[in-house]
């Protein structure tokens, strides 16, 4: 296990480092810059804001001195006092034979190009830990509802209960989160004010949002659960164990429904990297200051470090929790083996 998981790691650095020359040559391809206007700039005052971000330099150079800026830990001495240029997202003090105040600061970001007092780790420092919660919450309704109404629906195949569910699931499927969010402001906060319609930073303010976006994710979870619970049902093993005098809970609980779980937990990954990073939709509805918004804006701002930083993170959130999923799958099925 420990060969795979450091295997993993070492691809998950093979594939960051191939996103980012993508993402950074596509984001110098596409037409215009961060500083372009409705009313054009002056071109002396042009010359001055790309030789300040070194955006004159050749995209090689940017390159380079972008993602040394990420990788490569530096050192610093005595007083050292942050901008928007060198701002360090780990900051870490060392023992005091390495010098003067000495202390380790690694990955950079750089600054955004929308703020000139403001780094893209500030962005990430402030909006993402809303992002964090939200996407856990949303994450965690949606596991309560999906899971159980998959494998109630499966136990009861072609019943009343079973097209009930179902027909919920398709309703969450069919109507997206842009509607479901309104209409739960207007019934539980603007009719019967049990909730905030907007804001954040109360627990009665994430329960909308987290409700809205989570019950979204909860009919994809019921279905896939409902559907592979039932193909695992009609397997030869199960068969034996109900012929071995097992009651049914035991069947479902210790032997169909660990191995039902599998494609459920496949999609967990994908689904909770999307869900922590932020959901521009949701964010926008109910006024939650969360990452959504500045990676869309940047998009149409060019704030190249905006979306390289959002994208690379995005990217370490997916490939971190596809390696978790793929760890649970040695648990959820003895016969997998990574040794």
Not at 133 to 156: D, R
Not at 303 to 308: L, S
Not at 311 to 317: E, H, K, P, T
């Amino acid at each position: 296990m420990a060969r795979f998981i450091t295997r993993r790691l070492l691809w998950m650095l093979l594939v960051l480092f191939v996103l980012s020359i993508v993402v950074f040559a596509l984001m110098h391809a596409v037409p215009g810059g961060p500083f372009d206007r409705e009313k054009p700039l002056p071109p002396q005052t042009m010359a001055i804001m790309n030789e300040k971000y070194h955006l004159d330099d050749p995209i090689v150079t940017q390159y380079v001195s972008y993602v040394g800026d990420i990788a490569i830990p530096t050192i610093t001495y005595g007083t050292f006092k942050p901008d928007a240029a060198k701002d360090y997202l780990v900051v870490i003090p060392l023992p005091a034979f390495f010098g003067d105040q000495a202390t380790l600061r690694w990955i950079n970001f750089g600054p955004t190009y929308k703020s000139r007092s403001r780094s893209v780790n500030d962005i990430f420092r402030d909006n993402l830990p809303v992002s964090f919660q939200l996407g856990v919450a949303a994450l965690g309704i949606a596991m309560m509802l999906g899971i159980p109404l998959g494998i109630f629906s499966a136990l009861n195949r072609n019943t009343i209960y079973d097209y009930i569910g179902m027909g919920i699931a398709v309703m969450g499927v069919s109507v997206p989160v842009i509607i479901t969010a309104p209409v739960l402001q207007y019934i539980f906060g603007v009719n019967l004010k049990w909730v905030p319609v907007t804001g954040w930073g109360s627990f009665q303010q994430m329960i909308l949002p987290a409700v809205a976006l989570g019950f979204v994710n909860s009919a994809l979870l019921a279905r896939l659960t409902r559907a592979s619970l039932l193909q695992v049902l009609n397997e030869d093993y199960i068969r034996t164990a109900r012929a071995k005098g097992l009651s049914e809970r035991a069947v479902i609980i210790f032997h169909a429904l660990k191995n039902g779980l599998i494609p459920v937990v496949t999609v967990l990954g994908p689904l909770f990297a999307a869900l922590v990073t932020g959901t521009f939709v949701v964010e926008v509805i109910f006024a939650i200051p969360g990452m959504g918004r500045f990676f869309v804006t940047s998009i149409s701002g060019r704030d190249y470090p905006v979306i390289m930083g959002t994208i690379l993170l995005y990217a370490a959130f997916l490939v971190i929790a596809n390696l978790l999923v793929d760890i649970m799958y040695a648990w959820l099925d003895p016969r997998i083996r990574y040794d």
